[in-house]
T-cell receptor, first 110, second 113 residues
Framework: QQQVKQSPQSLIVQKGGISIINCAYE??????FPWYQQFPGKGPALLIA?????SEKKEGRFTISFNKSAKQFSLHIMDSQPGDSATYFC?????????FGTGTRLKVLA | DGGITQSPKYLFRKEGQNVTLSCEQN?????MYWYRQDPGQGLRLIYY???????QKGDIAEGYSVSREKKESFPLTVTSAQKNPTAFYLC????????????FGSGTRLTVV
């Protein structure tokens, strides 16, 4: 019940394309769902986050879609750029602790 | 600039040796966390602390120890009891009431030699 399942493990997208990463959870007590971006040798950085009472949140080229009934949420990166090449982690929060997905390694081809 | 500082960036440990990883934050965050990152396994919680002089075990605490004597500092000791310590270690902090997510440090890569 504490797991957050993330897919795909890796993703290759052409420049200008849409990157989509999916996460699913079981525990309905989770109350905050952030996405983190991590470049090699660096710590993850908060990218965008959503609360379960909202179905979609958009910040620039990044959009989170949240489906509470299906217990799924996804990250969409529009107009993907080579600079977006990184590892992306979804996470879910309960009682001040975050459970992380296993990560998706995104490569955007120039 | 506010942030989290982890040191050293690279650390080498000999068999049977204890090593301590430093984590300092100037964000005035109440909670601090230590995660271990291994390829393909995401981030796993080692220890966390919500207030000074108090901390709780995470999912993989065996072979690790921490202290929280100051709000700004949360050092992690990797003891000789940790049989597979080679990993990337990440420190994070947050203010739980605000729900802004974690701020992470830049990590320490620990290698057993």
């Amino acid at each position: 019940q504490q797991q957050v399942k993330q897919s795909p493990q890796s993703l290759i997208v052409q420049k200008g394309g849409i990157s989509i990463i999916n996460c699913a959870y079981e525990n309905t007590a989770f109350d905050y769902f952030p996405w983190y971006q991590q470049f090699p040798g660096k710590g993850p950085a908060l990218l965008i986050a959503i609360r379960p009472d909202v179905s979609e949140k958009k910040e620039g080229r990044f959009t989170i879609s949240f489906n509470k009934s299906a217990k799924q949420f996804s990250l969409h990166i529009m107009d993907s750029q080579p600079g977006d090449s990184a590892t992306y982690f979804c996470a879910a929060r309960r009682a001040y602790k975050y459970i992380f997905g296993t990560g998706t390694r995104l490569k955007v081809l120039a | 600039d506010g942030g989290i500082t982890q040191s050293p960036k690279y650390l080498f440990r000999k068999e049977g040796q204890n090593v301590t990883l430093s984590c300092e934050q100037n964000l005035n965050h109440d909670a601090m966390y230590w995660y271990r990152q291994d390829p393909g396994q995401g981030l796993r919680l080692i220890y966390y602390s919500q207030i000074v002089n108090d901390f709780q075990k995470g999912d993989i605490a065996e072979g690790y120890s921490v202290s929280r004597e100051k709000k700004e500092s949360f050092p992690l000791t990797v003891t000789s009891a940790q049989k597979n310590p080679t990993a990337f270690y990440l420190c994070a902090s947050s203010t739980p009431d605000r729900g802004d997510g974690y701020t992470f440090g830049s990590g320490t890569r620990l290698t057993v030699v």
